[in-house]
């Protein structure tokens, strides 16, 4: 019986484990760049949104929660092709869905032509 308990409390851990490490968010860096290289370009800058969304089912199971910044991040890098991207705004909302919660990630920036 002793035998039992302690397979059932490894087995516990490890599901726990598992569970909380698919908890985990993964960052983003974005790239300092130096004013001097889009100042001639000042006036010709454009504002680029991308947005991208997850769902958390029953409040509990996650759903494209945690890649949600990156893939949004990378759709942004995409529409601006080349160019410098500054003035980075993230914003986060969540909607109610009956039998969860939608979660959307909005990036707003401002692409720059390189000279």
């Given at each position: ?65 945690n890649t949600r910044h990156v893939r949004a991040y990378n759709q942004l890098l995409a529409q601006a092709h080349d160019d410098y991207i500054t ?29």
């Amino acid at each position: 019986m002793n035998f039992f308990k302690k397979l059932l409390s490894i087995a516990l851990v490890a599901i726990f484990a598992v569970w909380f490490i698919g908890c985990a968010g993964k960052p983003i860096s974005f790239k300092s760049i130096d004013p001097k290289n889009y100042a001639d370009v000042k006036d010709k800058g454009r504002t680029i949104t991308a947005s991208e969304s997850g769902f958390q089912l029953l409040l509990f199971i996650p759903i494209d929660i945690n890649t949600r910044h990156v893939r949004a991040y990378n759709q942004l890098l995409a529409q601006a092709h080349d160019d410098y991207i500054t003035d980075i705004k993230i914003e986060e909302s969540w909607t109610y869905a009956l039998v969860g919660t939608v979660y959307t990630t909005t990036i707003t920036a401002t692409a720059y032509p390189k000279k």
